[in-house]
Structures are given as structure tokens and as C-alpha cells.
């Protein structure tokens, strides 16, 4: 993530802060268990049927700080 802000810094010279703003991505699999973890993902990339039982809330809110830390 580091190697893209830093292309896009470079190429852009000044970012604007409308490119500041993070964003992430999640899959939620609704009917259906989630695909095994060793398909090299996160697990708060992955919302399945049993986690779709917790508040959608709380899978963005982990999703958001996870991301965050990565910023």
C-alpha cells in the first residue's frame, strides 16, 4: 500500500486531499460459509453467514482500524 501512495505522490507532485481519503474492501459471502483462509486473505476482508450474526458495524469498524494501521 506504501509503494502505491508513494507512485501516486510522485507522479501527482502535490496530492490534493480528496486522494487522502483510505478505503478498504471487504467480500461478504451471505448464504454460504467463507472460503478457507489459505486463499491469502485477511479475516476482516471476509464477512460469511455465521459472522453476518454479529452487527455489520462491528466487521467495518475492525475493517476501518485494521486499514488505518496500515495507512
Not at 502505491?4 to 478498504?24: A, N
Amino acid at each position: 500500500m506504501h509503494e502505491v501512495r508513494k507512485s501516486l505522490e510522485e507522479r501527482l507532485g502535490h496530492v490534493p486531499e480528496f486522494y487522502r481519503v483510505p478505503f478498504g474492501h471487504v467480500v461478504i459471502f451471505t448464504d454460504v460459509e467463507a472460503p478457507p483462509p489459505e486463499i491469502a486473505t485477511e479475516p476482516w476482508e471476509v464477512i460469511d453467514c455465521e459472522g453476518l450474526k454479529t452487527a455489520i458495524s462491528v466487521h467495518l469498524l475492525r475493517g476501518c482500524q485494521t486499514t488505518a494501521c496500515q495507512a
